[in-house]
Structure formats: structure tokens, C-alpha cells
């Protein structure tokens, strides 16, 4: 399973950094994506990093405001977003998938959700 | 990016009764190694998402086999053989062909 951290509230402009440990399997053997949900709205793919190696991937719109990072140690993905806006309102999931892009199964494990409110 | 269109948007049904559920893609997601990175996720109301098919046609683990997933290239269909109460939330599709992953916008399901 991964075990995401607890809900956060943050003002425009601000930073935010999640996480998400992983238990049950070996994380060097897979990687973790991020996924969002705005309010109302449908999922939306952040990026990717593998445990293997740390190679990242993020969608375009998130380039240089997101940063994501694993710890193999404490087998815990992070991702890190700055300079919020009201629109990252929304619920964070991580989800398990591939370690290496193009072996992919299908993101088969998701996080309970990390609620971000971003409000002055 | 390859963007994901699905149909309908919204899916009344009848307890017992088939139900479909198509998604097409800008571009084809045909593999090299002859798999379709196209997969199907459920998010049940107040519960995180599911993955229910990966790879156009694969069946996750403990899915229910009135789950199917078929098509190739840029066309791909999710059919519920007999709908269930527990079936009702919002279906996904989303390429995972490019490096950079996206969804469709949704399919509601909910029980006539």
C-alpha cells in the first residue's frame, strides 16, 4: 500500500510538499505517479518518478513548479509544488506504476488522497 | 500530449442490464511491442481510484470478470456485461503510450 500525508492548507504563492510511503513491496522495483482532482473535475496526471533510478516525467503545465524526489530508505516518494495558486485546490493521490517507462501495468495502487487548500 | 475523449459523459443503467463505455485517443497507442498502453480506472464516490484494465485488455487483480476491456490503435471500449450497485462512480480511460500520461474526462455511472 502507500500511505499518503495529511491535508494541508497553504496561501497563494506559497509551497507544499507531500508525501507518500510505500510498505508491502519493493519500492526500487516500481515507481510512483501523481495524479490531482480539482473539485467537481476529473483526474489529472502530474508526473512520474521511478524508484529504480529517479528518472522523472511531468506533464507540461507543471514544469518548474513541481519537483519530485523518492527516498529509498524510508521508501517515500515526495513532490514538491510551488508558487500555488487557488487553482491547485484539489486532492493529490500517488499511485504505484512502473519503474521503468514502457513496462507499465496499470497504476494499481493508490494513496487514500492528500486534501491542498490553497486560501488567503 | 495525446488527448483522451470519452463517451458518453453521463451512463444510466439498469441493475442487470450491459453497459459500454468508449474512449478514442488523438493518436494511436499501439506499442512497438504489439500492447495498447490504454488503461481503465473507477473511482467509486468517496474512494480513491481503481485500476480495473491495463494494457487495452487486461484484467487487474480481483476484477470482477463482467469487467472487458477491447480495442486497438485509437479506439477502446470498457463493457460491463451485467451492471451491478457497486458499479456506480466515474470511469476513466488514460493513454500511458507517451511518457507523459493523460485521461479522458470521465464517464458517471450511475443506476437507473
Not at chain 2, 68 to 94: H, P, Q, W
Request: proline letters at 4%.
Amino acid at each position: 500500500q502507500v500511505l499518503q500525508s495529511g491535508p494541508e492548507v497553504k496561501k497563494p504563492g506559497a509551497s507544499v510538499r507531500l508525501s507518500c510511503k510505500a510498505s508491502g513491496y519493493t519500492f526500487t522495483s516500481y515507481g510512483i505517479n501523481w495524479v490531482r482532482q480539482a473539485p467537481g473535475q476529473g483526474l489529472e496526471w502530474m508526473g512520474w518518478i521511478s524508484g529504480y533510478n529517479g528518472d522523472t516525467n511531468h506533464a507540461q503545465k507543471f514544469q518548474g513548479r513541481v519537483t519530485l524526489t523518492t527516498d529509498t530508505s524510508t521508501k517515500t516518494a515526495y513532490m514538491e509544488v510551488r508558487s500555488l495558486t487557488y487553482d491547485d485546490t484539489a486532492v493529490y493521490y500517488c499511485a504505484r506504476g512502473e519503474a521503468i517507462l514502457g513496462a507499465h501495468y496499470g497504476l494499481d495502487v493508490w494513496g487514500q488522497g492528500t486534501t491542498v487548500t490553497v486560501s488567503s | 500530449d495525446i488527448v483522451m475523449t470519452q463517451s458518453p459523459l453521463s451512463l444510466p443503467v439498469t441493475p442487470g442490464e450491459p453497459a459500454s463505455i468508449s474512449c478514442r485517443s488523438s493518436q494511436s497507442l499501439l506499442h512497438s511491442n504489439g500492447y495498447n498502453y490504454l488503461d481503465w480506472y473507477l473511482e467509486k464516490p468517496g474512494q480513491s481510484p481503481q485500476l480495473l484494465i491495463y494494457l487495452a485488455s487486461h484484467r487487474a487483480s480481483g476484477v470482477p470478470d463482467r469487467f472487458n476491456g477491447s480495442g486497438s490503435g485509437t479506439d477502446f471500449t470498457l463493457k460491463i456485461s451485467r451492471v451491478e450497485a457497486e458499479d456506480v462512480g466515474v470511469y476513466y480511460c488514460m493513454q500511458a503510450l507517451q511518457s507523459l500520461f493523460t485521461f479522458g474526462q470521465g464517464t458517471k455511472l450511475d443506476i437507473k
